[in-house]
């Protein structure tokens, strides 16, 4: 993306591979998400998923933790995955 390219050429760092989780403010809209995000993750190695401080978000987070633990998935701060 240009985003990603400019910051790059300016020595910004971040990261271009990302999932929105929660564009509709629903339990099971952001848990399918979450899977999206797993499955990438799997493929790409990583992943940030991003989502508003919302209840629904916190519950669907906290509801997937043992399907995101058991597929391997390790949860990180963002800056961990900055290039």
Request: proline share 2%; hydrophobic share 35%.
């Amino acid at each position: 993306s240009v985003g990603y390219q400019t910051a790059k050429s300016k020595g910004i760092p971040t990261y271009r591979s990302s999932v929105f989780l929660d564009n509709q403010k629903d339990v099971d809209y952001i848990k399918g998400q979450i899977k999206i995000a797993v499955e990438r993750t799997l493929s790409d190695e990583k992943l940030i998923a991003i989502g508003h401080y919302h209840p629904a978000t916190a519950q669907a987070i906290l509801e997937m933790l043992d399907y995101i633990k058991g597929n391997g998935v390790e949860l990180v701060y963002v800056e961990e995955l900055l290039e």
